[in-house]
C-alpha cells in the first residue's frame, strides 16, 4: 500500500507526516520548503505578470504558453511583479517574527475562528449551483498566512492564495497550510489572479483595492474585510505611543468599496485579553505603529506596564457582495451577538 504524506498542526504551521493508506483526493500539496508552497490547483488562478496569460507549473518554477517564467523561490513562494517594476518591500523580518509569535500564541485566535465561521458560511451560500471546491480563498496582504489557514480549515475542498509584498511574510504563509499558495505581489498593482477565479477574498487588517478585488472575485462571491474600531488596543496607544485609529476609516472604507460592492451584513468583535509584557512588545512590534517607533523607547515603556494588561481587540468583520446591478437593493444585517453573518443574497 502507498503511504501518502499529511500534515498536522504544529504551532502556527503545519508539519509533514506519512500515512499508510492510499493517495486520494484532489489537493495535493508539495513539501514546505524548496518549491513546495505553490500548488498546481493554485497555480491555474494565477496569470502571467507580463502578458496576463494563464500559468502552469514547470518543476521548479511557473511558466505562460509566451515562454514567461518565474522561478519558485526554495521558501516555497512565487514572485510575480512586472519586469522592472518597483514595489514597496512590506513588513520587515522583525515585524514578521514578532506578528508570527504573538498570533502562534493564541491571542487572536477568536478573531480567527469568528472568521472561518463566517467565511464558511459566505462560501456555502456563494456555492449554490455550482460545482464544489469551485474558486479559490484569495486573501490580500496576508502576511503570514494565519487568517487564510484559518478559513480553509473551515473550507477542505478549496485552496489558497496568500497574495503580499514582504517576502518575509510569504515565506512563513508558504508553510502556514498545506493549501496555500503563497506569491509575491502589489495590492495596489494589478493582481495575477484570473478575472472571477476566487469564491472568498479576504482583507483582514490590509490594504483594499476595490476595482482589483471585484474583477478577482466571481459574481457570486463575497469579500469578508477585517478593520479596527476606534478603540482596538486603547490601553496601549498612550503607554506605548501607537498609532490611532482613523477616525474617518469607515467612510474611507465605503468609498474604497462602495463602486464595486454592496455591503451584505456587518458585527463586531470584541473581546478583552489579558497580555503579558512579551506579548504586549510583540504586538506593538508585528503593527505599523513599528514603523514609528525608536526599539530601545517601546521596551522601556513595556517594562513600566504591569504583569498583565487589559488589552482590548475590537474589529469590525463585514462581508461584501458584488454589486448588485439596476434596481436591485441588498438588505444589510448587522448585529454583534451570535448567528449567522449573512441575510440578504
Known sequence: MARRAGYRRVGGTFTRFSTGRRATGRVTAGRAGEHGGVLDEVVTYLTCAHCRAGLARAGGSVRC??????????????????????IPGGDTAAMVAARADFLAAGHFASLAAELGRAAADAAGRAGRGGPPGAGCVVDVGAGTGYYLAAVLDRLPNRVGLALDASRFSLRRAARAHPRIGAVRCDAWRRLPVADGAAALALSVFAPRNGAELRRVLSPAGRLLVVTPMNDHLAELVGPLNLLTVDQRKPERLAATLS??????????????????????????????????????????????????????????????????????????????????????Q
Do not use: C, N
Open 65 to 86: 504558453r509566451a515562454g514567461h517564467v518565474f522561478d519558485i523561490a526554495r521558501q516555497g513562494y512565487v514572485s510575480l511583479i512586472p519586469a522592472g517594476a518597483r
Open 259 to 344: 463602486p464595486h460592492f454592496g455591503l451584505a451584513a456587518r458585527r463586531e468583535h470584541r473581546t478583552v485579553l489579558p497580555l503579558d509584557r512579551k506579548a504586549v512588545a510583540a504586538l506593538a512590534a508585528m503593527g505599523p505603529s513599528s514603523w514609528h517607533t525608536d526599539g530601545p523607547a517601546l521596551a522601556e515603556a513595556v517594562a513600566r506596564l504591569g504583569e498583565r494588561t487589559p488589552v482590548t481587540l475590537a474589529v469590525m468583520l463585514s462581508v461584501y457582495r458584488p454589486s448588485p446591478g439596476p434596481g436591485r437593493r441588498a438588505r444589510v444585517r448587522s448585529g454583534s451577538g451570535a448567528g449567522s453573518l449573512l441575510d440578504a
